[in-house]
């Protein structure tokens, strides 16, 4: 079998897959599909992999290396959470463009993974973080840990903490692969993940 292009002839799945719809999620992605992406001058050709797939056919992909590093916030606070942080400005302003134009695909969000996306539920995460509804992605049970210039690195997701734990943290993923918080100025790896809406 072929790997599957999209019509634009861009982006390209460099894992075979199903040439059928599904017919539970109506989509052509399935879980495990890698992409190869081209982000120029930013970060060259990196590879994002599918770790979600909506029920109405939308594919949630999560880079698989670490782009780069950058802090949530350029003062000491997660007031408002993820959503007004700098960070986010600059996948929306910055990273985005750039995506949409190799891909051509329609993307309707591009974010950090959430806790819960990469570890599930526990009493920690419950009692430290403002919470979130997603389950945990199936290959986030196998490995957590990614890479940043070829060594495993700390990187970001996007929840806060809670008020009275800190006033200025937001979770993060250690280089093995642990849960961890740290303050929003300091430099850590940046791993975004984006859903393309269906075909």
């Not at 109506?26 to 890698?34: I, M, N, T």
């Not at 959503?83 to 302003?93: F, I, Q, R």
């Not at 695909?105 to 993974?113: G, H, K, Q, V």
């Not at 700390?154 to 943290?169: I, M």
Request: charged residues 25%; aromatic residues 14%.
């Amino acid at each position: 079998m072929e790997p599957y292009e999209t019509t634009d002839g861009k982006m390209t799945i460099v894992k075979a897959v199903n040439e059928d719809f599904d017919p539970a999620t109506k989509s052509l992605y399935k879980v495990g599909d890698s992409f190869t992406i081209d982000l120029g001058d930013l970060f060259g050709k990196q590879t994002a992999t599918v770790q979600e797939v909506k029920q109405n056919g939308a594919a949630v992909l999560l880079f698989d290396n670490i782009l780069t590093e950058r802090p949530i916030n350029s003062e000491r606070t997660n007031v408002g959470g993820f959503g007004p942080s700098d960070l986010n400005s600059w996948l929306h302003d910055t990273l985005l463009p750039v995506i949409s134009k190799d891909t051509g695909a329609n993307i309707s969000e591009i974010t950090l993974p959430t806790y819960s996306q990469i570890f599930d539920h526990y009493d920690w995460y419950h009692n430290t973080f403002v919470p979130d509804q997603d389950e945990q992605w199936p290959l986030m049970k196998k490995e957590r840990r990614a890479k940043l210039n070829g060594k495993y690195y700390w990187y970001w997701l996007k929840n806060a903490t809670r008020k009275e734990f800190s006033a200025s943290h937001f979770a993060s993923v250690d280089y093995y692969g642990d849960a961890d918080s740290t303050g929003a100025p300091y430099y850590y790896g940046v791993r975004p993940c984006f859903i393309i809406e269906p075909l």
